[in-house]
């Protein structure tokens, strides 16, 4: 007994040394991987609570304070929604405390990029708090997340656009036929890859026998929308590349695909509640992968240039180097003459907002969308509000793409 506590009291401690390796390593550069690291983590510990908090949430109290207990899903949906509203409420905190920073001569600076041991254990206090939250809360917080999640859609329409238009500039600035061909075909596999799916849309969700204007009415709208995307890019005044514009329509045309995937199972029109197991997984899969590579990049994105989302030749601030090498000596004590008035290369609140947002939509994800946790205890069935945010999300990814063309010629003298 005695060598077994000596033997975890090692274990512990070196795990404690492990961590505290590990977080001290975290430089300024690496802080928004770190920040990545930790939303990665809040979906691995989600998508394990899903799996097995069930049977442990069901003899909590406060939790399950119903006169018949709920299904297993009601609980597993439930676990999911806390873990979230402590990862959400953990960078919205940080969020609001981080806004006006504008260089780095300011203490929060060092608290965005330091401070990793005490971060991590205040993260592990909220998410473990939430368990002890009325389910009206938690209640609450299910609805306001379908909100979020349309706009963290929005965000990612943003940042789809930043690097669609990079790749684009990129590409075009390399002035060769090689690249120019390139353009050509990525832009034609895009719009073949859209209507092949439009058709499968058709296929899907408006059957023969049944009425399903409501479905037909947004297939054949994205459809429109790719139409002026084309017309809009190929005018003369704007001068365009094909390539955004293809790659936005087949974007839109993912959303509208999502948006009708999440109409209720039991809905004629509705042709996947047959595969519904199948597809949910898959979309589930697709849905946290894009989540993620949408987080990682705005983490990265966010500290290439000093104006949010610009392109990456923009100036930035303290990019210059001498003409002449420096020894170390001169160049250390350059360095930190520079960090100590050099303003901050990207919106340390925004960059949290992002993280905000994505925590309520990949609780969105993990939940499929069409469970809502009541105070009745029961699961109640909610797909239309899933429906039309993300058909909404692409009217507005349609809309945010077209003025991104337009304002420019509307508005000359100033920068876009």
């Not at 959400?88 to 969020?95: E, G, K, S, V």
């Not at 706009?151 to 036929?177: I, R, T």
Request: proline share 4%.
């Amino acid at each position: 007994m005695w060598a077994a506590s000596c033997l975890a009291s090692c274990c512990a401690a070196c795990a404690c040394d492990a961590c505290r390796t590990v977080v001290s390593g975290i430089s300024r550069r690496s802080a928004r991987i770190a920040y990545c690291g930790l939303f990665a983590l809040s979906l691995i510990v989600s998508w394990i609570l899903r799996e097995v908090a069930a049977p442990l949430m069901e003899k909590i109290p406060w939790i399950n304070h119903f006169h018949q207990t709920p299904d297993r899903e009601w609980f597993e949906t439930d676990a999911v929604l806390r873990v979230s509203l402590g990862n959400f409420l953990f960078f919205t905190i940080l969020a609001i405390f981080m806004i006006g920073v504008k260089n780095q001569k300011d203490p929060r600076d060092s608290i965005h990029h330091g401070g990793w041991m005490m971060k991590i254990i205040c993260w592990c206090v909220l998410v473990i708090l939430m368990f002890f939250v009325p389910n009206g809360i938690i209640s609450f917080y299910e609805a306001t997340s379908k909100f979020g999640s349309g706009l963290f859609l929005l965000v990612q329409v943003v940042l789809l656009l930043d690097f669609v238009h990079g790749w684009n500039d990129k590409w075009v600035g390399y002035d060769e036929q090689f690249w120019y061909m390139a353009l050509l075909v990525v832009s034609l596999v895009c719009y073949v890859a859209t209507f092949s799916f439009s058709g499968l849309l058709f296929y899907l969700f408006t059957p023969s026998g049944h009425d399903c204007g409501l479905n037909t009415f947004f297939i054949t709208m994205v459809l429109i929308f790719v139409f002026v995307f084309a017309v809009i890019t190929l005018h003369p005044s704007v001068s365009g590349s094909l390539l955004p514009a293809s790659v936005i329509s087949l974007y839109c045309m993912y959303l509208c695909y999502s948006g009708l995937a999440s109409e209720p199972r039991d809905y004629e029109c509705n042709g996947l509640h047959k595969h519904s197991k199948a597809v949910s997984t898959s979309s589930l899969g697709l849905g946290l992968l894009t989540t993620v590579l949408s987080v990682v990049y705005s983490a990265v994105r966010a500290g290439s240039s000093t104006t949010l989302l610009s392109p990456p030749s923009s100036p930035r601030a303290g990019s210059g180097k001498p003409l002449l090498p420096l020894d170390k000596a001169d160049e250390h004590h350059e360095e930190e003459e520079k960090s100590k008035s050099r303003a901050v290369t990207y919106s340390y609140s925004f960059f949290h907002l992002i993280f905000s947002l994505a925590s309520m939509y990949s609780a969105m994800l993990l939940t499929g969308w069409s469970t809502s946790v009541g105070e009745s205890g029961k699961l109640v069935d909610v797909g239309w509000a899933s429906v039309w945010v993300r058909i909404i999300t692409s009217w507005a990814t349609a809309a945010l793409f077209i003025w991104s063309l337009v304002a420019p010629i509307l508005f000359p003298d100033r920068e876009f």
